[in-house]
């Protein structure tokens, strides 16, 4: 605990303080969570501001604690992070269980908590709490351990893989897996081991080659194996039938190399070692995956008729790849400003482009200088609105959407016999514009069917589509 600054450790004292009379299902006393949240938060290495709204997350929802005390105490910033924990919190308590969300709202819930997280690093306050409520999910009773399970896998593991965070989605995904299926968790962790041992001994001399060839080109590296997650094995195998004969990458090796033309001479060493399977080369080096993930993967065929696939990245590429956007706020925080100053920044899907610039505004936090914490609250969906079913579903839609559009995002079905539609319980008209926070509640009628004049009356591509296809069907009868 000497580490700790003494800002941190006056921190430590209040959330103490303010939880004294609480308990967690362990039998533990409450602080026993605040304080692995903080661990964990330091081991992503995460701004003290940030670590110090860990410990605090949960004093204003649960003890006598205010913000203003916060604020106070600690700073505009602090208060900031610990109100928006709260908030999605509050937030989710006001929504009904996943298992009764629409097929589609599992996303748009994701996109919420991406919309309510203004500041990125509410979000990995809360992530960070979720891991280490998953970490001691067994104190729980078994339909609560399920339930958040469930939560974990459909909505904060994908969270976790939006933000790029690897190594945080692949514990996350096990440990929840583990409770939602428990026998067929068994069953590929079981499959999984097997297999590693009869692999072991050939993937020892692929080790062999590929170290030599690379060391006879001077090449500068490290070698890995990377253990493939039992969640996505699970999800691969219902893709591929079943067929483990199939699943090309549960053996792979992890060569990490100094720069990015290395990486592409490596991919030619290993082509010259072992057969490339077709259509089995991915250059997500030069073509990124959505959330910033770069790499080369290739799969070959060893001399012994082993399948390996090689995934060959940079250390920075790894870094981001196994703790995403949290590790650019520590490991980018001089070298993006530095690399900022001259220009030079490595080029980031747009999508992600605001990661960018969180870390820009990260970097600045470190380095002290004054930050416009307004700028500091994106607004990533300003295109979209949040509207909800009257049974509290919600649906994002884009700005300017009419109620057609809605009830055709519902289902089709539902779209096509749209009688008329209340909003927040007033009956309006079909032209009626949408706005963020409307409940909208759609009324059908079987002998209604789908008029060409409702091409007019909607906004999405999805609604246009489904309004020609329904208008096809009908002229052809
Ligand atoms: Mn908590």
New binding site residues.
Partial sequence: MSKDSDRVKKAIAMATKAHESQFRKTGEPYII??LA?KKILEEWGMDEDTVIAGIL??TVEDTNLTLKDIENEFGESVAFLVDGVTKLSTARNGMRDIDTYLPETKDNFLRLMIALGDDIRVLIIKLA?RLH?LRTLSALPPDKQKKIAKESLEVFAPLADRLNMGLLRVEMADLSFKYVDPKRYDYLKDLIEKYNKTAAKSLKKIEQEISEALKKEKIKFTLSGRVKSIYSLHRKLAKHDQNINEIYDLTALRIIVEDVTTCYLVLGIVHSLYMPMDGRIKDYIAMPKQNGYQSIHTTVITKDKHIVEFQIRTKEMHEFAEHGLAASFYYNEQKVTENYKKGKIEHLPTNLLWIQELQMTAAKLREGKKVDLKKLKLNLFADRIFVYTPKGDILDLPKGALPLDFAYRLHSEIGDHVMGVKINGKMSNLNTKLHHGDVIEILTSKNQIPKSSWLDKIITPHARSKILHSLNAINKK
Avoid: F, I
């Fill in positions: 969570h605040p949240v997350h949960d709490d409520n």
